[in-house]
C-alpha cells in the first residue's frame, strides 16, 4: 500500500513513540529484502557481514553526531533503562562504596530503589517534598566524598523536568538515564561517565538500550557478574556476545542518518526549542492552563499541564482524541495532561495541538 493512502494521527505519547517517518518509509521499502542482500533485515544473520556493516555504520553516525571519541564504548543491549538500574550498580558500585542518586522523578527515585537492591546508596538532592516540580540547585546536594558514581536521570518523563545542565561531580563519575531526552540538543557526553537511554523516544523502537561507558570503568566490572550482565564482556563483544535486536539496530541507524539530514544534534534542538516554545506559550497565554513544572526546570520533550479540573481533563483528552491527538493523557500516578514532543514529532502536530487547546478554551474556559 502506498505510503499516500496511510492516515497518520499526531502521537504524543511518552513512548514507544513517534518515529521519523522518513525512517518508517526506509524500512517498509526495505522490509522484504534488502537492496543487494535478497532477504530482510530480520532475517539475515547478526554474523554476517551485512549486519555488521549496519551496526558499524548505525555506531559511527552516533560517534559523530556526538562528538564520542575511542574512551567511550558504545553498547547495543537489550532490557531497557529499566535493567540498567541494576546493570549500574552491579558494575560499578564495588563493596564498601557508596553511590549518590539525586531523586528529581518517578524513574530516578525507582533507579534508587534498584541500586539498594545491591549496594549503599546516597539519595541526595530530592525534590519530591515538591512533586518534582522542579530540578535541585547545585546548594541541596552532599555528595559523598569519593562516591562510586553519581546518578541522575537527565529528563523526568512523567513530571515535565528536565537538568539544563548536568551536576558537578568533580573525579566521580557522572551517570545518567537520558532516556527520554538522548540526542534532543548538543550535550558533552563525554562528562558523564556511562549514560543508558531506553530506544523508544529519540533513537528508534523499543527493546534496544543504548550504553556509553567510559572504557576505563569497564575495568569495575567483576568476572563473578552473570556473563550477559557484564558490561565489559559485552564491549569485548561489540554488543554481539548472543544475538542482539537486529531490526532495531538498524532503525537505529536509519534515526542516526535522519538526525544528520536534519543539521545533527544543533539542527535538531532548534526544531526542538522551538516547539516546545509554542506550547508553552499557549499554556501561559490566560491561565487557564497550568504548566506543572517550574519553568527554569520545563522539559523540552514532556510538556505537562492542568486544567481548571479533572472534569475538564477528561473532556479534553476525549475530545483531542477524537481530533487525531492522541496520548495526552498525562501518566497515572500524577494525571493531568503530557504532550511529549521527542525529536521525531512533527511541528504541525504541535501547531494543531495549539489550536486545539484555543478552541477548547473557548467552549469551555
Sequence with gaps: MSSSLTHRIYNFSAGPAVMPRPVLEQAQRDLVALPGVGMSVMEIS?????????LARAVA????????????????????????????????????????????????????KEAKRVGSVNVTGSTKADHYSRIPDASELTLTPGAAYVHITTNNTIEGTEWKEPPATGDVPLVADASSNILSRPMELRRFGLIYAGA????GPSGLTLVIVREDLLARSSSDLPTMLNYKVQAENDSLYNTPPTFAIYLLGLTMQWLKSLGGLPGIASINARKAAKLYAEIDRT????????????????????????????????????NGLDGLKGHRSVGGMRASIYNAFPEQGVEALVDFMRDFETKRG
Excluded: C
Design 46 to 54: 547478526h554474523r554476517s557481514k551485512t549486519f555488521e556493516g549496519i
Design 61 to 112: 553516525d552516533l560517534r559523530e553526531l556526538t562528538g564520542l571519541d575511542e574512551r567511550h564504548k558504545v553498547l547495543l543491549l537489550q532490557g531497557g533503562a529499566s535493567l540498567q538500574f541494576s546493570m549500574v550498580p552491579m558494575n560499578l558500585l564495588g563493596a564498601g562504596q557508596t553511590a549518590d542518586y539525586i531523586d528529581t522523578g518517578s524513574w530516578a527515585d525507582k533507579a534508587a
Design 200 to 203: 523508544q523516544k529519540n533513537l
Design 287 to 322: 491561565g487557564f492552563y497550568r504548566g506543572t513544572a517550574r519553568k527554569d526546570s520545563r522539559s523540552l520533550m514532556n510538556v505537562t499541564f492542568r486544567l481548571p479540573s479533572e472534569e475538564l481533563e477528561k473532556m479534553f483528552d476525549t475530545e483531542a482524541t477524537a
